[in-house]
């Protein structure tokens, strides 16, 4: 088994002297929490005064190495969870036995828990189409539930400073942010400081919970080729997958 090293001082929780419960280890030098349940870490994480939570692909830790200003707000991020197959296999080679945390599960349970605790919601991202149908259907499958403030994510450069000063403003305790990475990780990370609520990026999960896109079935979750669906889904994205052969080659390569 690897050595685990704690790390609550680079978090710097506010009012707890304790360290999380969760263990800080890293994946081709990018940090990732190994954790048997990230919801309960997320909800420590809100108890301790809220902070950033990011969702780990290896896709993203090959971006993380080549982009230094994701790499450094995946650093500063206060609970990284492991979203994609490739992280889980990359830990088990390390002796972390984890199970993987789809982020857009993780997002899903918060949004569950917000509305039974009356957590005030933000949600910023995503096509306006998407948007108008995300907030429709969440009103529906989730009447309780309290959105504060929702913004879609194709705004005129000028608006966005006058966006987040309302967003700031409208004191949040969970904020769901669908801006594709690497931008929605630096978003996050430059608004975050000093506002209490929990801040993650949710990818294309918007457009999914909208019903506009799928995501891949259950079997191919099981045999680890949800890349696959994505992929046939967005041909386009071939590209950016050339990642994952890169991020294997490179664990295998560091023994
Ligand atoms: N998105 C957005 N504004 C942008 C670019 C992307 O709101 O300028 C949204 C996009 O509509 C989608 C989400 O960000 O809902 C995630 O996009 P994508 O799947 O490309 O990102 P990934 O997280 O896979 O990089």
Redesign the pocket.
């Known amino acids: 088994m690897a050595s685990m090293a704690t790390d609550a001082s680079r978090t710097g929780f506010r009012g707890s002297a304790e360290p999380p419960s969760w263990t800080v280890t890293s994946v081709l030098g990018v940090q990732v929490a190994v954790s048997s349940n990230v919801f309960a870490a997320a909800l420590e994480l809100k108890q301790r005064g809220g902070g950033q939570i990011v969702t780990l692909n290896a896709e993203m830790t090959m971006a993380a190495r080549a982009n230094p200003e994701l790499g450094a707000a995946i650093a500063q991020a206060d609970l990284v969870i492991p979203d994609g197959a490739g992280v889980v296999w990359a830990l088990g080679r390390q002796g972390f036995r984890v199970r993987r945390s789809p982020g857009i599960e993780l997002a899903r349970q918060l949004l569950v828990y917000a509305a039974a605790h009356r957590w005030r919601v933000a949600l910023v991202?995503?096509?306006p189409a998407?948007m108008e149908r995300l907030v429709e259907r969440l009103q529906a499958e989730i009447p309780a539930l309290d959105l504060a403030f929702t913004i879609?994510?194709?705004q005129d450069p000028e608006q966005w400073p006058g966006i987040e000063q309302q967003l700031l403003e409208a004191h949040p305790d969970l904020v769901l942010v669908?801006?594709?990475?690497p931008?929605?990780e630096t978003w996050i990370q430059r608004l975050h400081p000093g506002q209490p609520g929990l801040w993650m990026?949710v990818?294309?999960s918007?457009?999914v919970w909208s019903g506009t896109k799928q995501r891949a079935p259950e079997w191919m979750g099981r045999l680890q080729i949800e890349w696959l669906y994505r992929l046939i889904q967005?041909p386009s994205r071939w590209r950016r997958m050339l990642a994952l052969p890169a991020f294997a080659w490179e664990v295998l390569r560091r023994g």
């Not at 669908?178 to 990475?181: C, K, R, T």
């Open positions: 991202g995503a096509s998407v879609h994510g194709y669908a801006l594709g990475v931008r929605q990026g990818g294309g918007f457009d967005e």
